[in-house]
Structure formats: structure tokens, C-alpha cells
């Protein structure tokens, strides 16, 4: 049996909340591209362009924070079983961050192709 309590939204929000507190205090990768979605959100509003470019423009943009988010949950699951330099450990933490670079890599050539086709 897993040791898990009951459902609760307003626990699991708060817990939720909490993890993006505490990727805003020690993740400094998320607090950049954090800072680039609140610079390219409005750019998203303001662009002529139909709704489907437009929401595949803000999927690629939280992906870019839902892939760091991941990649951050790696690494301390790594760290918290060996802290020691580990073959594996390393290929878990690479592939975490291959995460965030396809989802970079994602975001920018969805945005220079939609851009481009505004242009």
C-alpha cells in the first residue's frame, strides 16, 4: 500500500505552490526563463496572428518551464540518493537537461517559424 493521504486540492495546490517557491529560490536556470515567459507572454497578445500559433507559441514557452521543473526533480532525486559522482547519476542528470534543451530547442523553432510567417 503507498503512503499517500487522501485527495485534497487545497493540500495538493499548497504543495504544488511550494515546489515553484522553491524553484524560484534556488534554481536560477527557472528564474531566467522565467523571466524570458514574462517578456515574450505579451508579445503573444500583441502579435496579429491566429489563435492556433498563438497558443502553440505559449505551449513551447511553459514547456521551456515545465521541462527546467522536471530536470530540477531529477537532480535533487539523484543527489538525494548518492551526492558521490555515479556513472548513472550522471546519465540521470544529462537526461534531465537534454529535457530542457529539446524544450528550448522546441520553443525557439516554433517561434522563429511563426514569426517568420508573420513577417
Not at 5 to 22: C, E, I, Q, R, V
Not at 26 to 43: D, G, M, Q, R, W
Not at 89 to 103: H, N, Q, W, Y
Amino acid at each position: 500500500m503507498r503512503n499517500q493521504p487522501k485527495y485534497n486540492f487545497f493540500k495538493n495546490t499548497s504543495y504544488a505552490l511550494n515546489g515553484l517557491k522553491d524553484l524560484l529560490k534556488t534554481e536560477t536556470s527557472f528564474k531566467i526563463e522565467l523571466v524570458v515567459t514574462a517578456l515574450l507572454l505579451p508579445v503573444i497578445v500583441l502579435i496579429d496572428a491566429i489563435l492556433v500559433y498563438k497558443i502553440l507559441m505559449f505551449i513551447t514557452l511553459m514547456g521551456m518551464l515545465i521541462a527546467e521543473s522536471i530536470n530540477s526533480a531529477i537532480e535533487r532525486v539523484v543527489d538525494l540518493v548518492t551526492l558521490e559522482h555515479n556513472e548513472m547519476a550522471g546519465r540521470a542528470k544529462d537526461i534531465g537537461s537534454s529535457i530542457v534543451f529539446l524544450s528550448i530547442a522546441l520553443f525557439v523553432v516554433t517561434w522563429l517559424t511563426i514569426l517568420a510567417e508573420l513577417v
